[in-house]
């Protein structure tokens, strides 16, 4: 735990879908993207840096005709995890092939958010596309992951969890390892950033909500009924009290999801109070070389780190003001009462990332947690 687990690699803001609950607000490229030759070189960087784990993402990282450059070069470096986060619109014969011959290990995730063209355009469409249109898109999507998954690359699906489509998380489970042959699905909890910010009310999950749908899962999960499903959630909170007001056992629990909060582990617990992450074990790069703390603080731009187009990764590591107070954040400086609260050994304040995007302050209360205390968010703020 002594340098970087994990780094997003956002190479371009494009992106050929218009989703709603996109994070990244993705669709046309940003002034000045990296070259090839910048790209590499800041891959190279993370690798010497010690990254654990790579994902190039986007936007829609295949819209870059450089891509599958990019990737080669990375998986040819020993000893990190390289993966690409793609739609699945761009896996024909030719890509698949070189993917297979010029990529080896590389995790391919493909974002697949629902069982049916109509559950998936709930999320996923082309603009202005007709109903024909999007069971069309629905189509090559999955066929797409089966493509790729018959040639023998390392695939999981992606899906997001939100209010409007949990009822077909289990049939898209059924779907991406079953049917379409992926190694795994991954169930991403929804976040309230981008343009998901315009549809809260239909996606975001109210707390006694998540934990009945949570707990209902965990059981399905203890029972052996999702072998492959894994989870991807903003904070420790999400995972343990939904567990804990169950009366789940949460070492069986940690388990089944291997799913665990930083804070568990020993190294990590005697040097920080504060179970996020961001800033201090990851960070994100966007297309033009930006950096940010996370992958779901980009934008922010109290959160913007520096350039790598300007600067060093080491050198922006070390002056940067974001990740200096991210590093140094305690959690008696976190808004809502977390210090005191019974769960701060867990999860340690919950969302730094969602503390920002609701208050514009990384020490503001993670609101979506039931038992902040928003007099004491004023007080702290």
Request: aromatic fraction near 6%.
């Amino acid at each position: 735990m002594a340098g970087l687990v994990h780094v997003d690699f956002n190479l371009t803001n494009a992106c050929n879908l218009a989703c709603t609950h996109c994070h990244s607000a993705s669709g046309k490229a940003l002034p000045e993207e990296l070259t090839t030759d910048e790209i590499i070189d800041v891959v190279h960087q993370l690798h010497a840096a010690g990254t654990l784990s790579i994902a190039f993402a986007g936007g829609e990282p295949f819209m870059r005709r450089d891509l599958l450059t990019i990737l080669g070069e990375a998986c040819r470096l020993d000893g990190w995890r390289v993966s690409v986060i793609t739609n699945g619109l761009f896996f024909s014969d030719g890509v698949v092939a070189r993917l297979a011959d010029e990529c080896p290990n590389l995790g391919i995730n493909v974002s697949v958010d629902g069982a049916t063209p109509d559950t998936f355009s709930e999320l996923r469409t082309q603009p202005n596309a007709t109903p024909a249109a999007r069971a069309a898109l629905f189509r090559r999507v999955t066929g797409g992951v089966s493509k790729a998954a018959a040639a023998g690359l390392r695939v999981s699906v992606n899906t997001t969890m939100t209010r409007a489509t949990m009822h077909d998380l289990r049939a898209t489970y059924r779907l991406a390892v079953e049917e379409l042959g992926a190694d795994a699905l991954v169930a991403i909890k929804f976040f309230p950033a981008g343009f998901g910010r315009r549809h809260l009310e239909r996606y975001d999950f109210p707390a006694s909500v998540w934990s009945r749908e949570f707990q209902a899962l965990t059981r399905d999960k203890l029972a052996g009924a999702l072998p492959r499903m894994q989870l991807s959630l903003p904070s420790a909170w999400e995972f343990y009290l939904p567990l804990i007001e169950g009366g789940f056992d949460l070492a069986e629990a940690e388990r089944a999801w291997n799913n665990r909060s930083p804070l568990r582990e020993p190294a990590y617990g005697r040097s920080r109070s504060i179970g996020d992450v961001a800033g201090v074990h990851e960070l994100c790069v966007s297309g033009d070389g930006s950096v940010y703390p996370s992958i779901l603080m980009v934008g922010e731009k109290d959160m913007l780190c520096g350039s790598l187009r300007h600067q060093s990764l080491e050198q922006l590591r070390q002056s940067a003001a974001p990740l200096r107070r991210l590093r140094e954040l305690r959690l008696a400086e976190v808004g809502g009462g977390c210090s005191s609260c019974d769960l701060a050994g867990l999860c340690g304040g919950g969302s730094r990332s969602r503390a920002l995007a609701e208050h514009g302050s990384v020490t503001a209360s993670d609101d979506a947690c039931p038992l902040t205390t928003p007099a004491l968010t004023e007080a702290v703020r």
